[in-house]
């Protein structure tokens, strides 16, 4: 199994949106650290553009062909959260290629993990709709590769963001081959994922939403990690494990009001590693960007480790037990 591998591209820092939160200095503030930490082992590689054909498996052609001629005619605003300029569209398709490429690497064993780092993020990015400071949803579109490109069956997405990534909840809603498992804030924008979402027609029970309060930290966080979605890995066995990586559930993030520490991402990396099943590393948000880069390389820390130390022990939290007992009201969890 070869090194793992941070996959980036320069067209990520071409995407502009203005003065914005999600903005080029949060992968600056990245190169930072990891170059302070001497690169913790990891391999870089410049990604490839995503293709049409990977693109249309999630976002009809119509989606695609809006954001090419928005960006190209000079960029726009999209709505009141979500624009576009000149290098939006490079950056976003390198982002969703980043992710297939991944993808690839982990599944074709040739790195231990990979993890892809560009912006714009994508989780809010619905199939027909751009929002929430998405463009493309590059994880949906990482396994929708999986599935096509590799024959997989069961891809399991874990969304650790603080804001609940609805446009993955929505393209995988109907489907049992995708498990989304939902830990995020609410009340918070974009006010989706209750409990109560739990998948419909073939998919009903593979959408798993995890809301927390205001204030959750560490000990909910990695609890629900442990404790939900590590049983669901054990019963469901899943072939790949895709993370939406978030760090804006940091408790000095800005646009949110959890307070996860640098400990709190370095106990969910680890519990991940620990599952056994290859996986890739999407970024999502983050809008401190010391907060990011210090989360984001806690997670390179866990997964590249040759010999990973065991995950941190934690204890059955309420929302962790209440989770367990939901999912145990109703196939497919019926067992777990």
Request: hydrophobic residues 45%; glycine residues 12%; contains cysteine.
């Amino acid at each position: 199994m070869g090194a793992p591998v941070l996959l980036r591209h320069p067209s990520s820092l071409e995407h502009d949106p203005g003065p914005h939160p999600e903005r080029a200095d949060r992968l600056r503030a990245i190169d930072r650290e990891l170059a302070a930490r001497g690169g913790l082992g990891w391999d870089a590689l410049e990604s490839p553009a995503a293709t049409v054909e990977q693109l249309h498996a999630v976002h009809p052609p119509e989606h695609v062909e809006f954001i090419r001629a928005l960006a190209e005619a000079g960029g726009g605003a999209i709505d009141l959260d979500t624009f576009t300029s000149r290098g939006s569209w490079p950056a976003a398709l390198h982002a969703a290629g980043g992710a297939c490429a991944a993808v690839d690497l982990v599944l074709g064993t040739e790195a231990r993990a990979a993890f892809s780092a560009h912006r714009p993020p994508g989780h809010h990015a619905e199939a027909g709709r751009a929002m929430g400071f998405c463009l493309f949803n590059s994880v949906a579109v990482a396994a929708r590769h999986a599935i096509a490109a590799h024959g997989l069956e069961r891809v399991l997405v874990l969304d650790w963001d603080v804001h609940h990534g609805n446009g993955t909840n929505d393209i995988f809603g109907a489907t049992d081959e995708v498990l989304f498992v939902s830990i995020h804030e609410s009340p918070l924008y974009p006010g989706t994922g209750p409990a109560s979402d739990s998948g419909s027609g073939r998919g009903a029970g593979y959408t798993v939403n995890l809301p927390v309060g205001h204030g959750s930290g560490d000990e909910t966080f990695v609890s629900l990690v442990a404790h939900v979605v590590g049983p669901l890995v054990a019963a469901w066995r899943p072939q790949l494990v895709l993370v939406s990586a978030g760090y804006d559930a940091h408790l000095d993030d800005p646009l949110a009001g959890c307070s996860v520490t640098d400990a709190g991402f370095a106990g969910m990396a680890a519990w991940v590693r620990s599952f056994g099943v290859p996986v890739a590393g999407v970024l999502e948000g983050g809008y401190d960007p010391g907060a990011l880069a210090r989360g984001l390389c806690e997670t390179l820390q866990a997964w590249g480790a040759v010999d990973a130390p065991p995950p941190p022990d934690v204890e059955l939290h309420p929302l962790a037990e209440a989770a367990l007992a939901r999912l145990r009201a109703a196939p497919p969890w019926a067992g777990l």
